[in-house]
T-cell receptor, first 116, second 114 residues
Framework: AQKITQTQPGMFVQEKEAVTLDCTYD???????LFWYKQPSSGEMIFLIY??????QNATEGRYSLNFQKARKSANLVISASQLGDSAMYFC?????????????FGKGTKLTVNP | EAQVTQNPRYLITVTGKKLTVTCSQN?????MSWYRQDPGLGLRQIYY???????DKGDVPEGYKVSRKEKRNFPLILESPSPNQTSLYFC?????????????FGPGTRLTVL
């Protein structure tokens, strides 16, 4: 079974509108972390936002916020006021412990296109 | 400048010719890892290292080797590359396990095996 599921292969949004990118996860580790990364066409991976499993409040970083619903095991990324530069691949990832180590598992990504 | 560097950035090689992709970080990070990215599959972890001389397999380790003799370096070795190892490879590092420590990625190495 997939640990991280991103159900939207592609999403379109109009400039200046908000968009939500979905991410659901599966883990039995009580202490885990969730990350979102952006990958523009140039290829680099850019960290956007982090949510810890024990964090009481949803994480926010500028125009990015994470809608964390622990009981539903979802960690959706919300981008407000979309800009043309937001067009990119977006990856959800989960850090979980395995034995004495930890792993970071990525979803397959969502390609966001912002239309002018 | 804090960064993760990878070399080479682009490489075209032939089946069976041993190659090494270097990775170096200047942030004194304990945790380093290698990923491959393939269309429609996202990033999959190849190997990771929690500290010097401590390495472990990720999800797709077959055909790869790593070593961690120094904290800053974590080379990826393909002893006998095959066409199915054609991919985009990322090295990454983070300060330590746990917490909100984000993972810093290198710029990527695009490998083609003919």
């Amino acid at each position: 079974a997939q640990k991280i599921t991103q159900t939207q292969p592609g999403m379109f949004v109009q400039e200046k509108e908000a968009v939500t990118l979905d991410c659901t996860y599966d883990t039995s580790d009580p202490s885990y972390g969730l990350f979102w990364y952006k990958q523009p066409s140039s290829g680099e991976m850019i960290f956007l936002i982090y949510q810890g499993s024990y964090d009481q409040q949803n994480a926010t970083e500028g125009r990015y916020s994470l809608n964390f619903q622990k009981a539903r095991k979802s960690a959706n990324l919300v981008i407000s006021a979309s800009q043309l530069g937001d067009s990119a691949m977006y990856f959800c990832a989960m850090r979980e412990h395995q034995g004495g180590s930890e792993k970071l598992v990525f979803g397959k990504g969502t390609k966001l296109t912002v239309n002018p | 400048e804090a960064q993760v560097t990878q070399n080479p950035r682009y490489l075209i090689t032939v089946t069976g010719k041993k190659l090494t992709v270097t990775c170096s970080q200047n942030m004194n990070h304990e945790y380093m890892s290698w990923y491959r990215q393939d269309p429609g599959l996202g990033l999959r972890q190849i190997y990771y290292s929690m500290n010097v001389e401590v390495t472990d397999k990720g999800d797709v380790p077959e055909g790869y080797k790593v070593s961690r003799k120094e904290k800053r370096n974590f080379p990826l070795i393909l002893e006998s590359p095959s066409p199915n190892q054609t991919s985009l490879y990322f090295c990454a590092s983070r300060l330590t396990m746990g917490g909100r420590n984000e993972q810093f990625f290198g710029p990527g190495t695009r490998l083609t095996v003919l």
